[in-house]
């Protein structure tokens, strides 16, 4: 067991080197978002200021609300994944056969490449991030229970990864799946907490959220970072949530399995 | 000039006969970018609906605004949202070259021959929104020739913004978050000015005029303007011409060696 779990390790450790140095050649792509990042948390400073000068929104108050909208940009760059628009360009161009013939599972391989991927975001995107808003908009980023927030940004960065792998795997059967790619995306982008509190949702589709894996990615470790959870108008404890975002990352991973394994039994390719 | 509409007469309805091929996915292209295009109101939607609201505008006044920018910025992504993606392919590649041997102007080859048709969908959308909330919203019918001409000069803001994106291109190559340094700045013009402190708006108004692309018109159509207020159209076009220069000028920096 432990000889396995080191040469994994060991595996990851290199496949995250070599993609960490790949996109650091590219590093002031990344660093567009320490300009961005900012303007956009500027916007939503101003925009909540003047919809709190009206009157209160139900469930949060202004405080959390731009400390949330913090959050969800500095954990955008901890989570942020587009394995799905890989693998899909792997199978449409017919490269994915390259990694068939290794002796590496390529979700894994992926997977790798997103922790040397987002240690990179960490560095020139979220370290940045979290100083300008730290000591210069003057917001509190320090999380209510570090811990919890530590496990459950990573639990957000598993979920992200394997619901955009089972999308890629659709390329398996569809080839393009950028129709779908661009569906997810719309629906993440409404129900992810990312544009608004999700907790400002009518409540049938707060109670939704549940079953869906939106809210794991973006909503949930913002709450937890506040500290304090509620939706659909249930109040739920940190562990309790973080245990249920768990649970929803072990159906999504297992779901991936499973549609790996079909894939895997569909695929064909010749050349490469 | 007639050459010029001439040719780009013929590119649109290649544009079209291009989509026409694939029209399953053309018309999935073009209901993708509506929902994306209802993502925007749906802020504004749940603030209303939750009793709160922007101090001293309507729930329709502000879907005016924000129908005004999408109509803006499908108008302007149909015309030149493709220069900056086939700028940026042509200097990575190293093939800006073949741009640069055609018998006419790079700026005006590459926006004829990029028209986008999906942005139709923005289009499609943006003016179902502003119908609705024109119909709703308390509008002066005669302040409609000062919104055209207010639309007209947003409509510069956002092609000199599309312009100055694909400059950018020439010397920070392959960089594909260009658009969202420009999408941030924009933002602004999304909302009701008013809610900005004074120097945000006074940077939104005569330095980066993305005021001008919703706000301004908008407020024209609700009865809110002045003369003066034309004068904010002239720091507009010059943004308009500060982009074309750019670019022209960026197209001269181009160093290649034949793709």
Known sequence: MFPFLKKQIDVCAAVASVTFKEWGAYRSHSMVSIFVGPVFFIVQYFIWTAVFESGAMPGMELEEVIRYFAAVALIGYLVMDFADWNLSMLVRTGKFLTFALRPLNH?????????????????????????????????????????????????????????NYCIGLASFWVVQSQGIRSVYELLGGIFSGALIPLVFFPLPLQKLQFFLPFQYTSYVPAMVFLGKYSLGGVEISIPVIVGIQALAVAVVFMLCKILNEFAMKHSTAVGA | ??????????????????????????????????????????????????????????????????????????LAGMMFGGVLWATMQHVREGSFEIVLLKPTSPLFFLISTNFDEDSLGLLV?????????????????????????????????MAGMNMLMAATSFKWVGNSRIPEIFDSIMTFGKYPLTIFPNMIRGIATFAIPVGMIAFYPATALLGGYDLKIFLVAIPCVLFMFLGVWTYRYMVRAYEGVGG
Not at chain 2, 40 to 63: D, H, R
Not at chain 2, 146 to 157: D, P, S
């Open chain 2, 1 to 74: 000039m007639r050459t010029f509409f001439s040719v780009y007469k013929s590119c649109i309805s290649a544009a079209f006969a291009r989509a026409s091929a694939y029209r399953l996915n053309f018309l999935l292209s073009l209901a993708i970018t509506l929902g994306f295009n209802l993502l925007f109101p749906l802020v504004t939607i749940l603030i209303y609906s939750a009793g709160s609201s922007f101090p001293g505008w309507g729930f329709f006044e502000v879907l005016l605004i924000q129908s005004v920018f999408t109509l803006s910025n499908g």
């Open chain 1, 107 to 163: 979700s894994f391989f992926a997977l790798s490449q997103k922790v040397g991927h987002r240690i990179l975001g960490f560095l020139v995107e979220f370290v940045p991030c979290y100083f300008i808003f730290m000591f210069i908009f003057k917001i509190d980023m320090r999380p209510a229970f570090f811990g919890w927030v530590l496990i459950s940004i990573s639990l957000a960065f598993l979920m992200n990864f394997y619901v």
């Open chain 2, 125 to 157: 959308g943006g003016g179902a929104l502003f119908v609705t909330a024109f119909i709703f919203a308390d509008v002066s019918v005669l302040a409609l020739p000062a919104f055209a001409i207010l639309f007209a000069a947003g409509f510069c803001v």
